[in-house]
């Protein structure tokens, strides 16, 4: 059964600092594309960062780009995103996300199993 949870969210001032990781069971981590998307109240979910399968390339959305890093631990089986200099726009419950397909783009219809959240606010 393939299964994602996702751990490390909490509350932090702006301009802190937070590592999710995404813990992966189920399937070969290396065989799918993982990203790491968001949802803040009344709001779309939206792609934050993807990884690919094959030369480990990533993706992100212009609104984090500098400040996050996505990576993957094949041998570990987890996913991690790294989020730095956070802003209160980065407050949302933050979902990792398995590819149904190998390749995937920042869109939610490329992705097929998905985490159950976890909350992320950064505020004073």
């Known amino acids: 059964q393939v299964q994602l949870v996702e751990s490390g969210g909490g509350s932090v001032q702006p301009g802190g600092s937070l590592r999710l990781s995404c813990a992966a069971s189920?399937?070969?981590?290396?065989?799918?594309?993982i990203g790491w998307f968001r949802q803040a109240p009344g709001k779309e979910r939206e792609g934050v960062a993807c990884?690919?399968?094959?030369?480990?390339?990533?993706y992100y959305a212009g609104s984090v780009k500098g400040r996050f890093t996505i990576s993957r631990d094949n041998a570990k089986n987890t996913i991690y995103l790294q989020m730095n200099s956070l802003k209160p726009e980065d407050t949302a419950v933050y979902y990792c996300?398995?590819?149904?397909?190998?390749?995937?783009?920042?869109?939610?219809?490329?992705?097929?199993?998905w985490g159950q959240g976890t909350q992320v606010t950064v505020s004073s």
């Open positions: 189920g399937f070969v981590l290396d065989y799918y594309a």
């Open positions: 996300a398995r590819s149904l397909h190998g390749p995937a783009s920042l869109s939610r219809n490329d992705f097929a199993y």
């Open positions: 990884i690919s399968t094959s030369d480990g390339s990533t």
